[in-house]
């Protein structure tokens, strides 16, 4: 096991950005960074046994303050959309920024915790990196002061574990994922649309024109949407259903099953090309898959290279959307004092040729 810290570059205002990289036994390397916690690498041996990085980001320090799409980012204190930019907690209404064109909240936008540097740690005898943030209270309209860690770990069976851990002193909304854009054949191949998905869940959360749940949990039967057999992405992305048209393609929140917040099987995915496949397991009970459909990084890529869209994929692990004023779905509220903890792994896995 190796782990590395190296210089990423500067910012436009001249702060340093620091890069950790983690390289096990095979060969695997996983990188991230100090601003945002980023997730920014993921090299992996395709069938041919050549390295491919299948994750996209930015190609320098310069272009992260833009960072199109969040690549990459923790997103938090609440992940996705609140309906209305605003919610009610023991009494006491809360209000948001409208950062998305609309009448709601995204990404608890406008100062996201991906647009700001963690501190970083490396513990003893693990290969992982440990970023932390200090959110106090009233931070982008939320009550509580916040402490969040985000742990990262590289296994040498090429296991990359995401471990979110926070605490507050008072009861407050908290709702993290990472936002990681990936393309199996290589960030900057390309489209997507050829390579396969499963996801295991049976519903998913229907909503108004502006992406904000109705509160209804549908069936995924006889949808565009139904990926419990594993499919193309591109099969019925142009299907004429009308989430697909509201979004322009897969952004839909999939409830995935099983109950609580017990450890399960969420999706998984495969490149044909490559060989390289994925499997991410969470203890979250829904899963955004989002198909790139606004990407716009001409030139920022790594390399300089063009990521448009549909050039890569999100499995974005969270509490539902806009659960916070949803009763019906589990609630994404940390009580005062108490300790909340979740993990989401992703195992990257090889096909040989048949």
Known sequence: MTVKRDSFGRLPDGREVFRYLLRNGRGTEA??????AIWHGMRVRDREGEFRDILLGVGGAEHLPENPGHMGEIIGRNANRVGGAGFSLNGIQYSLGRNAGGDFNLHSGPDYYGRRFWRAELPREENSVC?????????????????LSVSYTLSEDDLLSIRYLGISDRDTVLNPTN?????????????IGGQYVQIFADCYTPTDSSSIPTGEIAPLDGTALDFREERRISERIEADFPPLRISGGYDQNFCLRGSGREERLAARARSEESGIGLELRTDLPG??????????????GKGG?????RSGFCFETQ?????????????PILRGGERWESVSSYRFTLERRK
Do not use: C, T
């Not at 509490?319 to 609630?331: A, E, H, T, W």
């Open 31 to 36: 990188s991230f960074l100090d601003y945002g």
């Open 131 to 147: 970023f932390s943030l200090h959110s106090p209270d009233g931070d982008q309209g939320y009550p509580a002061s916040l402490e």
């Open 319 to 331: 509490y539902y959307p806009d659960s916070v004023n949803q009763r019906n779905f589990l609630s």
């Open 179 to 191: 936002h990681a854009y990936f393309n199996l054949n290589g960030e900057g191949s390309g489209s």
């Open 287 to 300: 899963l955004q898959f989002y198909s790139a459909n606004s990407m716009d990084a001409r030139g920022i």
């Open 305 to 309: 290279k063009d990521y448009g869209r």
